[in-house]
């Protein structure tokens, strides 16, 4: 009855576009009725003496008033949507509408009527109470409306009582019409049991989960911990899934640019959230220092790696992003994209193959890059174990070709992208981007004093084309089996965005020459993986889907490494990148070696690529497995 009843009095404030005059109108009259309450108030007997005063006070407010209100936009505020920052405003309306009534008490109307010098302020309070009130009034009357014309509720338990999860709790509460009810938090810091934010307690730790949820009748979890690594997820889903209730996320911090958290924000918990790592904390000055307004050239752009690394560059205001590839499908994704975004983005898309060095040469001169991002490669080890020709022609010749023109047209910045599986490597795929890092040392060692060429070796991408996450979601629409190589199978992963942002601050550390290694965490078992992955998609491994072992792949090894025993490490002064001690570079016979691996690649001779490859990298040694199914 009395929602029924609120809502036909405040109905005309309650309306979407509730004209402005008629806030203004209410502002005004409120404040004035203020004036009179303060009188009421301060005098006990308001004899017939006090009524030219009252009067006389009221009138000559009413203009100041007036213009207060319109100065500092209070009839411009949205009263449904009323905030801290709204209220505040109205704070210092009134503390100066106060001001200036008590200064014009003291020195208009004292020396000739008297006026109680109080008067003013309990007016100040009052009409700071009576303002915010029916702005609050108006708010609370909203939301509970919309709550009860939205249809049933999910009572929510919001895990972290961080300043994420009020954040989200605050967005829940102004918009009912999600479908969302909080009911309070879990959380572990200590110093947050029995507290209450939003006037919503904290019910317990990530542990009494499901005592919370029995206790409460929860429906969902809702994960507002954007930094926490991916153990503590897994502690959530899986006491969630011990409750028996549904779960989301809120995204990563990286994710979450724009610094604020917002209902369209909330998504299902992915892959990455049960692998995800502590933020990495970036020098922005540093890489800002040699992106900020320079032309950059990315190969590969429109790759999962390339075009990552292109949406972190242009955070950086360069004065011009080249985007080559030769994928001409992913590069008009990406710019329809660019496109959607921001218009105004200054890029170049360049339609180009690394391996053309003409053509690369012409792209050079035109655009005079100033700092390059070389992504372009072949990176399927199976694919290139049968066309090794095409993986030296590519990640060696293409890498060759763009990084003597980045000496020849002085560039300032290289950047190699290269990979865990250079290491001691048993794969085409690896021996060529070993190879690669050789051709990019050797280049470094002819350059300029104001010039940086590196190599950058990370492992497996999360969700990056040809991975193993899409291949293993495919195979799980399908309803199964999940195929995986070997139980024992290990990977290091990074999600893309994170192996970007350290691409760009590994360009701007200083060691010329230098082969950086990221830091990776802990190998991830791809068994596991599935494993996880099967549980995200509502299901349960061995029980609602088969997970089947297919045996070791030529040129795949069952343990990936970041360094061999011979390099060793140094510590950068970034705390997730390395510097490789001993890159065993074969300095004297370099380039025999590389042509008789160039000749060999151009006569399509993989025997031959093979004995090319062994001469020139010690440490490569090409295996032959045998591959077999099991079921797990």
């Given amino acids: 009855m009395w929602l029924s009843i609120s809502s036909s009095v405040f109905a005309p404030l309650l309306r979407s576009q509730t004209p402005r005059a008629h806030k203004y109108a209410i502002d005004l009259a ?13 005098v006990d007997d308001l004899l017939p003496r006090y009524l030219p005063t009252m009067a006389a006070y009221v009138l000559i407010s009413l203009p100041f008033k007036a213009i207060l209100i319109r100065a500092f936009g209070l009839h411009a505020q949205s009263w449904r949507k009323v905030s801290v920052r709204d209220l505040s405003r109205l704070l210092q309306a009134t503390a100066l509408g106060t001001a200036i009534l008590f200064v014009l008490g003291l020195f208009v109307f004292f020396p000739t009527i008297y006026l109680p010098r109080s008067v003013p302020l309990i007016e100040g309070v009052l009409a700071m109470l009576a303002l915010g009130e029916v702005r609050l009034l108006t708010r609370l009357l909203h939301e509970q409306i919309a709550r009860h014309g939205s249809g049933s509720q999910s009572r929510v338990l919001v895990v972290g009582a961080g300043e994420a999860g009020t954040l989200i709790v605050r967005e829940l509460l102004r918009h009912p019409e999600a479908g969302l009810t909080p009911i309070g938090f879990v959380d572990d810091e200590p110093d947050k049991q029995r507290s209450s934010y939003l006037g919503l307690p904290v019910l317990g730790t990530l542990d009494d989960l499901p005592r919370v949820v029995r206790e409460n009748n929860v429906q969902e979890a809702l994960i507002a911990i954007p930094s926490a690594d991916g153990r503590v997820i897994r502690r959530v889903v899986s006491n969630a ?38 933020p990495i904390r970036l020098n922005i000055e540093e890489i800002s220092g040699y992106l900020h307004h320079r032309v950059v050239l990315i190969t590969g752009a429109g790759g999962s790696i390339g075009s990552e690394i292109t949406r972190q560059v242009l955070r950086f205001q360069p004065r011009q992003v080249i ?22 983005i200054p890029y170049k898309i360049v339609v180009a193959d690394v391996r053309d060095r003409a053509r690369m040469e012409y792209v050079f001169r035109c655009h005079e890059p100033q700092v390059v991002f070389h992504v372009a490669a072949h990176k399927h080890v199976p694919l290139m174990e049968d066309n090794p020709d095409e993986a030296v022609l590519n990640n060696v010749i293409g890498t060759k070709n763009v990084v003597e023109l980045a000496l020849q047209f002085g560039v300032e910045r290289f950047v190699n992208i290269s990979t865990d599986k250079a290491i001691n490597p048993t794969s085409i795929m690896g021996a060529s981007k070993r190879a690669a890092e050789f051709v990019v040392e050797k280049v470094a ?45 290990t990977r290091y992963f990074m999600t893309i965005p994170e192996a970007a942002q350290l691409v760009l601050q590994a360009g701007g550390l200083d060691l010329n020459g230098a082969v950086y290694v990221l830091d990776m965490g802990e190998p991830v078992k791809i068994v596991d993986l599935a494993r ?21 792949r030529p040129g795949e090894k069952l343990f990936e490494e970041i360094l061999s025993e011979e390099e060793g490490t140094h510590v950068s002064k970034h705390e997730k990148i390395y510097i490789v001690g001993n890159t065993r570079l074969p300095e004297q016979n370099l380039d025999v070696l590389l042509e008789e691996l160039f000749a060999a690649a151009r006569t399509y001779d993989a025997e031959r690529i093979r004995r090319a490859f062994a001469a020139l990298i010690p440490t490569y040694k090409a295996t032959e497995v045998s591959t077999h199914s099991t079921k797990a």
């Fill in 323 to 344: 985007l080559l590839g030769r994928g001409e499908s992913s590069l008009f994704a990406l710019e329809q994209e660019l496109r959607r975004t921001d218009p105004d």
């Fill in 445 to 489: 060692r002819q350059a300029a004093a104001t010039q940086r060429f590196v190599s950058v070796r990370f492992g497996n991408v999360l969700g990056s084309r040809g991975s193993v996450v899409p291949i293993f979601k495919e195979q799980i629409a399908r309803g199964g089996p999940v195929m995986v190589t070997h139980p024992e199978m």
């Fill in 241 to 278: 899934n011990e409750a028996g209730i549904k779960y989301r996320s809120i995204p990563a911090l990286h994710d979450i640019l724009s610094g604020r958290v917002s209902i369209s924000q909330i998504r299902e918990v992915e892959l990455e959230d049960l692998l995800r790592r502590q």
């Fill in 532 to 552: 996880d992955m099967i549980l995200l998609s509502g299901l349960k491994p061995d029980v609602g889907i088969d997970i089947q072992f297919t045996g070791i």
């Fill in 30 to 42: 409120l404040w004035t009725v203020c004036g009179v309450l303060a009188f009421l108030l301060r």
